[in-house]
């Protein structure tokens, strides 16, 4: 069971803008917060670094944010191609990392 | 786009070890950490562990410790993760990627290697 939270899934309509929240109690005091998107098959890719920062050649259709205990990534103006697992990561007092159960993105 | 380069799938059966590489570009080697996260299916992406490449520094989840050894060898340029006492609940894909640090995010990951672990 993971210690960061995150909604099982989530929907939204291409051009809508949708949020994903990660809660955990390490997520107020950490400034490394991470969000990964990944596909079956595939390699989970970089989408935020340190908390809000993108990485070069992400969509700056995704940005990232944090308030208190909850790191949120918001999607807007969804894109079929955004359909995919959408993970964070938090780095622990005790020197390890934690993963988010991770959250499904569906474009109806 | 810098890419590692992990070694192929195994099967081994419960109670075996399995020992899984990860081949890096040959520069700054050691500037680098290398952690491993592992997917079993239909479940989330789990992180097992990092080890730094300058220093021999490892951390390990509370869940594999005991079982995992992380390591790296600077003259071939290559992360290596062995676990064992394998058990069913081990199989899994596993990845392997490289930072600066344990705690930052990282766009340089490998390809994955699966393992499935059946009698």
């Known amino acids: 069971q993971s210690a960061l939270t995150q909604p099982a899934s989530v929907s939204g309509s291409p051009g809508q803008s949708i949020t994903i929240s990660c809660t955990g109690t390490?997520?107020?005091?950490?400034?490394?917060v991470s969000w990964y998107q990944h596909r079956p098959g595939k390699a989970p890719k970089l989408m935020i670094y340190?908390?809000?920062h993108r990485p070069s050649g992400v969509s700056d259709r995704f940005s990232g944010s944090k308030s208190g205990n909850t790191a949120s990534l918001t999607i807007s103006g969804l894109q079929a191609e955004d359909e995919a697992d959408y993970y964070c990561?938090?780095?622990?007092?005790?020197?390890?990392?934690?993963f988010g159960g991770g959250t499904k993105l569906t474009v109806l | 786009q810098v890419q590692l380069v992990q070694s192929g799938a195994e099967v081994k059966k419960p109670g075996a070890s399995v020992k899984v590489s990860c081949k890096a570009p040959?520069?700054?080697?050691?500037?680098?950490?290398f952690s491993w996260v592992r997917q079993a299916p239909g479940q989330g992406l789990e992180w097992m562990g990092w080890?730094?490449?300058?220093?021999?520094?490892?951390s390990y989840a509370q869940n594999v410790r005991g079982r995992v050894t992380m390591t790296t060898d600077t003259s071939t340029t290559t992360a290596y993760m062995e676990l064992r006492s394998l058990r069913p609940d081990d199989t899994a894909v596993y990845y392997c990627?490289?930072?600066?640090?344990?705690?930052?995010?990282?766009?340089?990951w490998g390809q994955g290697t699966p393992v499935t672990v059946s009698s």
């Open positions: 990627s490289r930072s600066t640090s344990i705690a930052i995010g990282t766009d340089v």
């Open positions: 040959d520069n700054s080697f050691s500037n680098y950490g």
């Open positions: 080890v730094s490449a300058h220093t021999g520094y490892t």
């Open positions: 390490n997520i107020g005091i950490d400034k490394y």
């Open positions: 340190d908390v809000a």
């Open positions: 990561t938090s780095y622990a007092i005790t020197a390890t990392v934690l």
